[in-house]
């Protein structure tokens, strides 16, 4: 146990506050009220965890480094002086953590990573001083928390990132073959690739390949396409069947009223993320990723592009959806019609409206010659608005 002298507990996790209070009012100063006493960062690895408990009365600094079990960090906080708040940064462990100590009534708070403050001159970074830091920013009141998902949500999105990773897959291994063919002269030109009249002619092109090792290639990167395949298609009906009974299905429902979000796009937004209510019509955009970048000084305003922040799976849903508002809007497509069928009058017709509204944007901006690239990632962030407004539809 280290303990602080009074001057350097200020300056380890004090200070800032400090200089704060001394520009509020008094009447502030009264009001304000200690919101733990102990900050503890952890920093969590697969074998190991790592803690650092920061007390803010005494300024005491307490480290020790665990075994990933959550017991054995239970009975290290049962020793510290409460009330406790604990903090770590999401990433591959995931939230079983958060979840345990909330059931054992320990307030947790995941960081989101890309939010965490850190001095541009600390080029050292080990395990003890990321704990610490997150114990100081906690202490602070400095950290950006993430929501954790349910165990029936975190399911869903394991689902739906598994068939996101068969699409990924199944580029690759598409891209693979195509350009097997291609070093021997082998192009495809009757149409459009991947149908079933392609992979008729794909089957047929291995007698043009004579050498045995290029057709045990080709065998190999062929069932490797038709394997992701399949297992896509597994996915498919898996997604189907859940947005059809589960928790997500009205929400699902209701986001389908709008062109280019059909069940697997529907439930994808549902999932990730998760509750519509903690955002708003203008903050989505920004929470995507889907706002431009901007750096301005003074008189002058520079924008960039998106600044591709957030749920990144979430972002390339909408982006691909905001190419279907680009055609002329049909009521009467079949396809949405039956889509309409499962929603309820308000949602339909708030549907409508965005339908409308989405594809005289896209005309607008066709009209000024705008790069349609950089038109679709502004109908992007307005189809995310449309899409809360949807989702947050009272019931």
């Known amino acids: 146990m280290t303990r602080l002298r009074p001057r350097l507990q200020v300056d380890v996790g004090c200070r ?7 520009q509020v009012e008094p009447q502030l100063q009264e009001a304000s009220v200690r919101i733990q006493r102990t900050s503890v960062g952890l920093d969590v690895h697969a074998r190991s965890v790592v803690v650092a408990a920061l007390d803010g009365v005494t300024g005491e600094i307490q480290r020790a480094r665990l075994t990933p079990q959550y017991r054995d960090l239970a009975g290290w906080l049962e020793q510290l002086p409460g009330p406790i708040v604990v903090t770590y940064e999401a990433g591959p462990t995931g939230f079983g953590l958060a979840r345990f100590l909330a059931a054992a009534g320990v307030e947790c708070r995941v960081a989101a990573p890309s939010k965490l403050q850190r001095p541009t001159g600390d080029r050292v970074k080990t395990d003890a001083r990321d704990a610490l830091h997150l114990a100081k920013l906690l202490h602070l009141g400095e950290i950006v928390e993430v929501a954790v998902p349910s165990l029936s949500q975190e399911a869903a999105r394991d689902l739906v990132r598994a068939r996101e990773d068969a699409r990924s897959d199944l580029m690759g291994a598409r891209h693979r073959l195509s350009k097997l063919l291609l070093r021997y002269g082998l192009v495809y030109y009757n149409g459009k690739a991947w149908t079933g009249i392609h992979d008729t002619w794909l089957r047929q092109q291995r007698r043009e390949l004579t050498l045995p090792g290029t ?42 009223c709008l062109r280019g979000v059909s069940t697997l796009t529907a439930f994808g937004l549902a999932v ?32 960039g592009g998106i600044t591709k922040t957030g749920n990144g799976h979430a972002r390339r849903l909408l982006v691909e959806a905001a190419w279907h508002h680009r055609p002329r809007y049909n009521a009467t497509s079949l396809p949405l019609r039956r889509r309409w069928d499962r929603a309820d009058a308000l949602a339909r017709a708030r549907g409508h409206a965005g339908n409308q509204r989405l594809h005289a944007r896209w005309e607008a901006f066709d009209a000024r010659s705008k790069k349609p690239t950089v038109a679709n990632a502004a109908i992007a962030r307005e189809l995310a608005g449309w899409c809360w407004s949807l989702a947050t539809i009272a019931e």
């Open 215 to 256: 057709q045990f290639a080709f065998d190999a990167a062929y069932e490797s396409v038709v394997a992701i395949v399949d297992r896509r298609s597994r996915l498919d009906a898996a997604i189907e069947q859940m947005a059809a009974e589960s928790e997500f299905t009205p929400v699902v429902n209701r986001l389908g």
């Open 16 to 22: 800032w506050a400090k200089a704060f209070a001394c």
């Open 272 to 303: 990730e993320i998760g509750d519509w209510h903690r955002l708003t019509g203008r903050s989505i955009g920004a929470y995507l990723g889907l706002v431009p970048t901007e750096s301005s000084s003074g008189g002058s305003r520079s924008q």
